[in-house]
């Protein structure tokens, strides 16, 4: 067979490009209640106000790359003065100074570093066990020169309390600490990098969760590089800035949906054929879909990839016992490009991923009564629903596509 007879004959009814068009399809609902960051083609933090969609972009060997569209679940940043590192916030005996140099948004002001010893702050994080950590750190020329920036993390605010301090370095060589953890480094082409991990928890220190008096440490007196945009969530993985000055911040979860007519004008109920091109950005509490087709009156699934907590992923269809289906996709690789195809009818289903079929079932299988397409289904179930995706896009195409044909759209 000739790869031109590999590619549907006909184009699909539904054709998302988010990383592309940088736009959502007018049939899309969207809404996120709060203000929300993310880097722009410019490599700038940018703020979209609330429910205004977010199309995400990194900065990879010295180019800015589209990943299309943002869709996260609700945090907060609890470490109350993320930007104002000024000896009115922060104790300790370090010497606080500033310069005035372009900060991550690409705006003029004053970003501060610390020399001669510590300068700390203190932020309640009572009773968690995990936490993410991130913060944004830039070289300063004419310091001590040193390629990272040294925080100390406490859990409880006492001499004996510390929890690991760790050397942060630029150039991404950052290895798991004892309490330190999944360390990764995202560089800015104005010099800024963002760094981000996982803080664990000690069990000898208040029954083995972070205190009321949990603490940041920059450690001046070993690097007095910038720092800026300190961040602390309760979860095991970091997300996009939240900027605070006093309180903590909170941003609300991404809803995106087709639903009604917008749905049924491009789907077929009784075949079809989806490719989803993405990336998968953490691991959540427990299933969350990537995306969903589904019935919303009754909530029953009939077409979702799930990542389950252990990290493998999945495809979940209904069959004609009404009893949902797993097929195993393989262990997720965070932040890489995923591409999966699905086909199927009411006797067969044929799943690939990234130009390799997984899995070919001959079984009965129904795809009616489904009204909504979800993104990144983030409803709260009990709050096991936490999830980052980004969706460069999303094709439908209203019949069964071969086996080849399904393959060859994931290369």
């Not at 104790?91 to 900060?103: A, S």
């Not at 008096?213 to 970091?238: C, K, L």
């Not at 969706?391 to 290369?411: C, D, E, F, I, V």
Request: hydrophobic letters at 30%.
């Amino acid at each position: 067979m000739s790869i031109s007879q590999n590619f549907p004959e006909e184009g699909p009814t539904l054709n998302l490009n988010f990383a592309g068009s940088k736009t959502l399809d007018p049939r899309i609902t969207f809404s996120r209640t709060t203000t929300g960051t993310y880097m722009d083609a410019n490599g700038l933090i940018v703020t979209a106000p609330a429910d205004a969609p977010r199309f995400d972009h990194r900065y990879v060997n010295g180019e800015i790359e589209s990943l299309g569209l943002l869709v996260e679940e609700e945090r907060s940043n609890l470490f109350t003065r993320s930007e104002e590192i000024t000896t009115a916030y922060f104790g300790g005996g370090g010497t606080i100074g500033t310069d005035t140099i372009l900060n991550p948004y690409g705006i003029s002001s004053s970003v501060s570093y610390v020399t001669t010893s510590e300068r700390v702050r203190l932020f309640n994080a009572d009773g968690y066990s995990t936490l993410a950590f991130s913060f944004f750190s830039k070289k300063r020329f004419g310091g001590l020169e040193r390629d990272y920036a040294y925080i100390e993390i406490f859990q409880v605010a006492v001499g004996g309390g510390s929890l690991q301090a760790y050397y942060f370095n630029y150039d991404g060589n950052n290895s798991d600490g004892t309490y330190v953890k999944d360390v990764k480094t995202e560089q800015y082409p104005n010099g800024w990098y963002r760094f981000s991990c996982r803080l664990v928890a000690r069990s000898d220190y208040n029954g083995g969760t972070f205190s009321t008096t949990s603490r940041v440490d920059i450690e001046g007196g070993y690097s007095d590089n910038y720092v800026w945009g300190i961040q602390v969530e309760a979860a095991s993985f970091a997300t996009s800035y939240m900027p605070t000055s006093g309180s903590t911040a909170t941003r609300n979860p991404d809803n995106v949906s087709m639903t009604g007519d917008n749905f049924s004008d491009w789907y077929n109920q009784s075949e079809g054929s989806i490719l989803w091109r993405g990336t998968i950005d953490s691991l959540p509490i427990s299933g969350s879909r990537i995306f969903q087709i589904y019935n919303s009156s009754t909530d029953t699934g009939k077409m979702a990839i799930s990542v389950e907590n252990n990290g493998l992923m999945y495809m979940r269809v209904r069959k004609t016992n009404e009893t949902t289906q797993t097929y195993g996709l393989g262990t997720v690789s965070y932040g890489s490009e995923y591409k999966i195809s699905l086909g199927v009818d009411g006797s067969s289903l044929c799943l690939a991923v990234n130009d390799e079929i997984k899995t070919t079932i001959s079984d009965s299988f129904i795809l009616s009564s489904s009204d909504t397409l979800i993104f990144t289904d983030l409803r709260d179930l009990g709050g096991a629903r936490k999830f980052t995706t980004r969706h460069t896009g999303l094709s439908y195409y209203p019949t069964r596509l071969t086996n080849a044909q399904l393959q060859t759209l994931t290369k």
